[in-house]
């Protein structure tokens, strides 16, 4: 069974883009386009990651990064963050969050996969 990835991003490209590169690596794809929507997805469908963009509205990937870290269904699911938030103190502030990794946009199409391969390993 191939491995699941949600993502969770408000802009339907950059959920477009990230969903081709990763189900042609063989993950299932699942995709919220706000942070509650993500939050309640994960808790239903414990994906083994969750790609988090930090800029959206209503619930934003900072108050979604804490709630999904601190919820005992949620804990455990590897997050990387997504954004294009690159500012000296950014990456500092974002991994204390408790998320697992961080990557600037736009994403690099080569090394994004070997990203998410070295948290879940291949689909």
């Known amino acids: 069974m191939a491995k699941k990835i949600l993502i969770v ?27 509650g929507k993500g939050i309640s997805m994960a808790r239903e469908l414990k994906p083994d990651l969750i790609l988090l963009d930090m800029q959206m509205p209503g619930i934003d990937g ?39 990794d961080y990557v600037a946009k736009p994403i690099d199409t080569r090394q994004f996969p070997v990203l998410v391969e070295k948290y879940i390993g291949p689909a």
């Open 9 to 35: 991003d408000d802009n339907e490209n950059n959920r477009l883009l990230m969903s081709d590169i990763l189900q042609y690596r063989g993950y299932e794809i699942l995709e919220a386009e706000d942070g």
């Open 62 to 100: 900072f108050a979604a990064a804490k709630m999904l870290k601190s919820d005992p269904l949620t804990k455990d699911i590897k997050v990387i963050v997504v954004t294009s938030f690159a500012m000296k103190g950014d990456r500092e502030k974002i991994i204390a969050l408790g998320v697992d």
